[in-house]
């Protein structure tokens, strides 16, 4: 019974978020029971170009360290911002949400080779709250019942926090600034005088992942419900 209930709950999660989520926690999992090593992961150019060792252009983005709170935490904002904009602003533009993580991949890679950081998965979760964030202006926070914001704020609400915890934030750094650059190329230039939109979805993945129809009985969780908790008024992000 418990099973059936977790696979239908699991089919629930839109299929990019369901993707990469299920990609990060195998990929930890295996980590944790040395089947591999973090050593085959993380992000080398040296050994990607001369090595050919390609699948590293992966792999830095899902793993996210030991299981720990580290993990749980990334995990929980990585599963929420991106359910929140496969269902909400993307709801039905797969293709528009495939084509932003490529987007935002690429753009990690290359200023991973000018910056000093073996895994990019973390970089890669701020940027999704960036966008979210961006195209949520008017929507509430609560952190840790101490800081109430509006959405604009949550990045550096968590880079703030990342520097409390001693971390550093060149990786937060890095998530907002291809965020930035991702919402003003999508959602400010087209709608400038004289601007257009540069971003276009390559139509081979239009043809891939949009379908002509959407499922009547398929039902998106509230975009106003961080990952669908209802945390009352004033949402909270963490305890």
Same mark, same amino acid.
């Given at each position: 019974?418990?099973?059936?209930?977790?696979?239908?709950?699991?089919?629930?999660?839109?299929?990019?978020?369901?993707?990469?989520?299920?990609?990060?926690?195998?990929?930890?999992?295996?980590?944790?029971?040395?089947?591999?090593?973090?050593?085959?992961?993380?992000?080398?150019?040296?050994?990607?170009?001369?090595?050919?060792?390609?699948?590293?252009?992966?792999?830095?983005?899902?793993?996210?360290?030991?299981?720990?709170?580290?993990?749980?935490?990334?995990?929980?904002?990585?599963?929420?911002?991106?359910?929140?904009?496969?269902?909400?602003?993307?709801?039905? /533009?797969?293709?528009?949400? =495939?084509? &932003?993580?490529? #987007? %935002?991949? $690429?753009?990690?890679?290359?200023?991973? !080779?000018?910056?000093?950081?073996?895994?990019?998965?973390?970089?890669?979760?701020?940027?999704?709250?960036?966008?979210?964030? /961006?195209?949520?202006?008017? =929507?509430? &926070?609560?952190? #840790? %019942?101490? $800081?109430?914001?509006?959405?604009?704020? !949550?990045?550096?609400?968590?880079?703030?926090?990342?520097?409390?915890?001693?971390?550093?934030?060149?990786?937060?750094?890095?998530?907002?600034?291809?965020?930035?650059?991702?919402?003003?190329?999508?959602?400010?230039?087209?709608?400038?005088?004289?601007?257009?939109?540069?971003?276009?979805?390559?139509?081979?993945?239009?043809?891939?992942?949009?379908?002509?129809?959407?499922?009547?009985?398929?039902?998106?969780?509230?975009?106003?419900?961080?990952?669908?908790?209802?945390?009352?008024?004033?949402?909270?992000?963490?305890?």
């Amino acid at each position: 019974m418990a099973y059936q209930t977790f696979r239908q709950e699991y089919l629930q999660v839109p299929p990019v978020t369901r993707a990469y989520t299920t990609a990060c926690v195998l990929t930890t999992a295996a980590v944790q029971l040395e089947l591999i090593t973090p050593f085959q992961l993380y992000f080398n150019p040296e050994l990607i170009f001369k090595n050919f060792q390609v699948w590293r252009l992966i792999t830095n983005y899902l793993f996210f360290g030991p299981v720990g709170f580290n993990f749980l935490f990334n995990m929980i904002f990585l599963y929420r911002y991106c359910r929140m904009l496969e269902e909400g602003s993307f709801r039905g /533009r797969t293709a528009d949400f =495939v084509f &932003m993580f490529l #987007f %935002g991949g $690429l753009l990690m890679t290359l200023i991973g !080779l000018f910056v000093n950081l073996v895994f990019l998965g973390q970089a890669f979760t701020i940027m999704l709250v960036y966008v979210w964030s /961006r195209r949520n202006p008017y =929507v509430r &926070m609560n952190f #840790f %019942g101490l $800081l109430i914001f509006q959405a604009p704020f !949550l990045p550096w609400v968590l880079m703030g926090f990342s520097l409390l915890l001693g971390n550093s934030i060149i990786v937060d750094l890095l998530g907002i600034a291809v965020g930035h650059i991702y919402f003003f190329l999508e959602d400010v230039f087209p709608n400038q005088p004289g601007g257009g939109r540069l971003l276009r979805t390559p139509s081979v993945l239009k043809a891939i992942f949009d379908t002509p129809e959407e499922d009547p009985n398929y039902n998106p969780l509230p975009e106003e419900r961080p990952g669908g908790f209802a945390w009352g008024q004033g949402r909270q992000l963490g305890g």
